[in-house]
C-alpha cells in the first residue's frame, strides 16, 4: 500500500488538473456567449420577445489613434466619440461612425443571435418594436443616403425590408394590425446671420411619416410632415410616434402633439403646467392615451412626477413617484404595461429607483438598488420581472464596456 501511494497522489492532483480545466474551459465558454467588450454607447432600447430580450445598441468602431487618443489627448488631435464621458448621450459625428447591432439575449445574458441594422452618425439606439411576435427596426445604411425598415421573426431571419431614398435616420416606429408606421428624416440646414455680418447654421431634421403593409413590406404612403417640420425648426425633437399621433419634446420643456393625418395644428402641452417644471419623457399608448414624466423642483431636492392622458379621452391623473433626489438624474425610462399600468425606472448617480404606477395613478416604490456603479441604458418587462441592461467597466473615455443584464 506504502508503494501506492505516490501513485494515489499523482491520480488525484492529476484529477484536480482535470477539473480546473474543465472548470476554465467552461468559463471561457460562457465568457463567449454573452457580447463581449466593445465601445458601446450610453443608450440602447430593448423590448421582450417570448423568453428572450431583444438589445438594440450602437457600437463605435475607433482606429488604433483614435483609442490612444482618448485614453491620453494628443495636442491638435481631432476630436472622437471616445473623448467624451462615458456618462454622454445623443452624440453625432460627421461620419457613420456607429454600428447599430442587435443581441437576442436569453435570460442568462447569452446570445442566442445578433445582427447589425446599419451605420449612423448618431449615437442614440435604433428604435425596436415588437408585435405579435415579429420584431421591426430601422436604420441607415452603411454608404448613400438611405435607410432600412425590416422585419425579422423570434431568429433574427429577415421576413421583409423596404429602403427609402434621400433619408438619413428612423426616428421612431409603430406598429398597429396590418400596417407599420414610421417617422423617417434627413437633415436640414437654414442659414443664420447675426447683425455683425457673421453667420451659424441651425441643423435639425425634416421628417416624413411612412407608412408600410405589415405582411409585405411594401410603401402605402409617405407624407411630408409640415407641422412636425415647423415643430422641429423651433426645437422641438426626440419625436415618440402611435397609431395617430405624434409627439415632440423640446427644449423649453414643453410638449406638442399633433394628428399625423392632420397637419394643420398642434396641441403645445405646457401653459397647463407650472413654471418649476420640466418634462423629461414621453411615451405613447393608444392614440388616446399620452403619458409623459415631469420633474418638479422644490428647493434642494427633484420630486418626479407622472402626468398621464393630458391629452386624450378616457382619464387623467398627476401622481407623484416616491422618490426624491438632490440632483439631477440622468437616465429615464417609462414603459407601459398590458393592464395600463406604467413602470418607471429613474437612474441618479449610483442609485436606482424602479417605481409602479396603476392605472388609477397610484404610485409605489417597487424596489431601490444602492451604489449601482453600472449606469442604466435599457430597460423592461419580462415574466412580470423588470429586466435592467447596464454598462460595466466603461467608466473613463477610450475604455471599453461590457453589456450587463440584471433582473429585479
Keep these: 500500500m506504502l508503494h501506492l501511494l505516490p501513485s494515489l497522489n499523482f491520480m488525484r492532483i492529476a484529477l484536480l488538473l482535470f477539473f480546473i480545466l474543465l472548470l476554465a474551459g467552461t468559463l471561457r465558454l460562457n465568457a ?76 442568462a445574458g447569452n446570445i442566442k443571435w445578433n445582427s447589425t441594422l446599419g451605420y449612423s ?3 442614440p439606439a435604433s428604435p425596436l418594436v415588437i408585435y405579435k411576435g415579429f420584431l421591426y427596426a430601422g436604420e441607415s445604411v452603411k454608404d448613400g443616403d438611405n435607410v ?48 455683425n455680418g457673421s453667420y451659424s447654421y441651425h441643423n435639425y431634421p425634416v421628417y416624413f411619416f411612412v407608412q408600410f403593409n405589415n405582411e409585405t413590406g411594401k410603401k402605402l404612403k409617405q407624407e411630408y410632415q409640415m407641422m412636425g417640420n415647423y415643430l422641429s425648426k423651433q426645437g422641438f425633437s426626440n419625436p415618440v410616434i402611435n397609431t395617430d399621433y405624434s409627439y415632440y419634446l423640446n427644449n423649453n420643456d414643453s410638449a406638442a402633439f399633433f394628428n399625423v393625418a392632420n397637419q394643420q395644428s398642434a396641441t403645445i402641452v405646457s401653459k397647463n403646467m407650472s413654471k418649476e417644471n420640466t418634462i423629461l419623457k414621453l411615451t405613447a399608448g393608444t392614440e388616446s392615451n399620452h403619458y409623459i414624466t415631469a420633474l418638479a423642483h422644490s428647493k434642494n431636492e427633484r420630486v418626479y412626477t407622472l402626468i398621464s392622458d393630458f391629452y386624450g379621452k378616457k382619464k387623467q391623473y398627476q401622481s407623484e413617484l416616491p422618490v426624491t433626489f438632490g440632483k439631477l438624474s440622468t437616465r429615464f425610462f417609462i414603459y407601459k404595461n398590458e393592464n395600463d399600468s406604467l413602470l418607471t425606472i429613474i437612474n441618479s448617480g449610483n442609485d436606482i429607483d424602479i417605481c409602479y404606477t396603476d392605472f388609477e395613478g397610484k404610485s409605489s416604490l417597487y424596489k431601490k438598488i444602492k451604489d ?37
Design 32 to 107: 463567449q456567449q454573452i457580447p463581449g467588450e466593445g465601445f458601446f454607447t450610453s443608450e440602447a432600447a430593448a423590448v421582450a420577445l417570448g423568453e428572450d430580450i431583444i438589445v438594440s445598441v450602437k457600437k463605435y468602431n475607433p482606429t488604433a489613434e483614435e483609442i490612444a487618443n482618448a485614453i491620453k489627448l494628443s495636442k491638435n488631435a481631432p476630436m472622437n466619440y471616445l473623448q467624451a464621458p462615458p456618462e454622454a448621450t445623443n452624440i453625432s459625428m460627421y461620419s457613420k461612425s456607429f454600428e447599430s447591432v442587435i443581441y437576442c439575449l436569453d435570460k
Design 121 to 123: 452618425n448618431k449615437s
Design 148 to 195: 432600412l425598415i425590416q422585419k425579422m421573426d423570434s431568429s433574427g431571419k429577415i421576413i421583409w425590408q423596404t429602403k427609402l431614398d434621400s433619408l438619413n435616420d428612423v426616428n421612431a416606429i409603430y406598429v398597429d394590425g396590418d400596417k407599420v408606421n414610421a417617422l423617417v428624416s434627413f437633415e436640414g440646414s437654414e442659414k443664420i446671420t447675426q447683425a
Design 372 to 408: 449601482a456603479t453600472n449606469p442604466v441604458i435599457a430597460a423592461g418587462i419580462i415574466s412580470g420581472k423588470v429586466f435592467l441592461v447596464q454598462l460595466n467597466g466603461r467608466n473613463k473615455p477610450g475604455l471599453p464596456g461590457q453589456l450587463k443584464l440584471s433582473f429585479y
